[in-house]
């Protein structure tokens, strides 16, 4: 076999094998239409719809069920607002307490009633607020 004809076979080999791992993990992924406050999010307007919200954690709605790893739990806008009810199958983060701020990522589903998240990421508030008393010192 010739030297050019090995680099071709080569090539299509590595490139054959990149395809089947971005397959097998599942493509790309998914990319955000719209970002909301919870306060501000209108579900009928985006049913079905890839988008990211952002609320406060309401400790009171929270229900992890471990066996089937579901995470049902409230949020609320920062200006208030109704409370979405939001179901996540997964991992239930660490610091998922009453006051934590989360980034949701999925879509609404109007037969359920809720937002189906596929992604969440927890912030814990005091992590982005200033500190008035050290500034200037």
């Not at 179901?87 to 879509?107: C, T």
Request: net charge neutral.
């Amino acid at each position: 076999m010739g030297r050019n004809v090995r680099i071709a076979v080569s090539t299509v080999v590595v490139v054959g094998a990149i395809a089947a791992v971005l397959l097998l993990a599942g493509g790309s992924p998914k990319a955000v239409g719209k970002s909301f406050d919870v306060g501000t999010y209108n579900p009928a307007a985006y049913a079905h719809q890839y988008v990211a919200i952002e609320g406060n954690l309401m400790a009171n709605g929270v229900q992890w069920d471990p066996k089937h790893s579901e995470l049902r739990f409230q949020l609320v806008g920062n200006n208030g607002g109704s409370p979405m009810t939001v179901v996540y199958h997964g991992s239930k983060p660490d610091n998922f307490y009453q006051g934590v701020i989360v980034d949701a990522k999925g879509s609404y589903d109007p037969q359920q009633n809720v937002f189906e998240a596929d992604t969440l990421q927890t912030k814990c508030p005091s992590k982005y607020q200033v500190d008035t008393h050290t500034m200037g010192n």
